[in-house]
């Protein structure tokens, strides 16, 4: 089954940060082609950058060795990209987070950094850097009015698939009744059967032994027959 992403880009993401763990990103992504196009801020510096579907080796940890096409799916599912992502298939374990590398005011970087925990046991998986570029705009009205317009689609979701949810949870509680119920009836019906059954034996059994003292009757002794002529 494909996955079910009914909000259009941009996207509105929140990072959090391990430079200050008080702290996060916000990152406005959309999407062109299978290019990302990100715009972020830490609240006090605009951050811009492209993540180009060309380009993503180079943006794998050396020590990465997943194939290309899993590294895609990464990168899809840290963007909040859900198209590349089949099934059941959540990204089990991925993590993101944020730093700013470089001081001052000017050439500063916004590092995503992408992790996998599994048991313990993190592994760095790449990073995308994003530059510096106050020409940009960070629109936070415009990026409020995005998110909230996503998370009213998602809770519209959320009621439809709780609807559903309970209309089949009645159906599985109607079904398990009818189910109770033939049981029932068929342990009803094997027990008159063998009622019946055993009724049915005794009646012949009585039969059977009726009919013995009849045979038993007639068989008179020969000597017994003799006196009474």
């Not at 094997?190 to 005794?202: A, G, I, K, P, R």
Request: glycine fraction near 4%; aromatic fraction near 6%; avoid cysteine.
């Amino acid at each position: 089954m494909p996955p079910f992403d009914p909000v259009p880009f941009p996207r509105i993401l929140r990072i959090p940060r391990s430079d200050d763990p008080a702290s996060f990103a916000l990152l406005h992504v959309n999407r062109t082609g299978d290019d990302y196009t990100i715009a972020a801020t830490e609240g006090e510096t605009p951050y811009t950058g492209t993540v180009r579907q060309s380009q993503l080796k180079k943006l794998r940890a050396k020590n990465y060795q997943d194939s290309d096409e899993e590294w895609q799916r990464v990168i899809s599912y840290v963007f909040g990209d859900k198209s590349h992502i089949a099934g059941n298939d959540t990204r089990a374990g991925i993590e993101s987070s944020a730093s700013i590398v470089g001081e001052g005011d000017e050439d500063k970087e916004l590092i995503i950094t992408i992790r996998k925990r599994i048991q313990g046991i993190t592994q760095r998986l790449g990073s995308v850097s994003l530059k510096q570029d106050d020409e940009q705009a960070i629109e936070l009205f415009d990026w409020t009015g995005t998110a909230v317009a996503r998370a009213d689609v998602i809770e519209d979701q959320l009621s439809s698939l709780r609807d559903r949810y309970s209309a089949a949870e009645d159906t599985i509680k109607r079904l398990n009744k009818q189910l109770e119920d033939f049981i029932s009836a068929k342990h009803q019906h094997e027990e008159q059967l063998m009622t019946d059954f055993v009724q049915l034996l005794n009646e012949k059994k009585l039969k059977i032994r009726n009919q013995q003292r009849l045979l038993a009757s007639a068989n008179v002794d020969p000597e017994k027959r003799k006196r009474h002529r």
